[in-house]
């Protein structure tokens, strides 16, 4: 059975920087493309940030410049570095992984929002 546990999250200041980790298991990991979604109050789940099989990287214009995901095919993890951060930034973030032949681009990452296995989500809190 998949499974994607997430670690990480709570509450940071305005300009702080924060990082966010999902264990897999239970898939073929180096199978997956993994990303990273977040749903903040009364809004839809918005996709964030992506990383393929190959570990190309791709981003949504609103953490562009400022998230890194990477991902560690020996541990089976997905992490997500969140630097100046920001009160709008304030969601419930998710970790996703999506069975994948190669390459993920962005309009694959948010025309699958609802594709795939999903983490229990972790609360990131910012505010002063």
């Known amino acids: 059975q998949a499974q994607l546990v997430e670690s990480g999250g709570g509450l940071v200041q305005p300009g702080g920087s924060a990082a966010l980790s999902c264990a897999a298991s239970?898939?073929?990991?180096?199978?997956?493309?993994l990303g990273w979604y977040r749903q903040a109050p009364g809004k839809e789940r918005e996709w964030i940030a992506g990383?393929?099989?190959?570990?190309?990287?791709q981003y949504a214009d609103s953490v562009k410049g400022r998230f890194a995901i990477s991902r560690n095919n020996v541990e089976n993890t997905v992490s997500l570095q969140m630097n100046d951060l920001k009160p709008e930034d304030t969601a419930v973030y998710y970790c996703?992984?999506?069975?994948?032949?190669?390459?993920?681009?962005?309009?694959?990452?948010?025309?699958?929002?609802?594709?795939?296995?999903w983490g229990q989500g972790t609360q990131v809190t910012v505010s002063s």
């Open positions: 996703n992984a999506k069975i994948s032949f190669g390459g993920m681009p962005a309009a694959f990452w948010i025309q699958g929002a609802q594709a795939g296995y």
């Open positions: 239970g898939i073929n990991f180096r199978t997956f493309a």
């Open positions: 990383i393929s099989i190959e570990a190309n990287t």
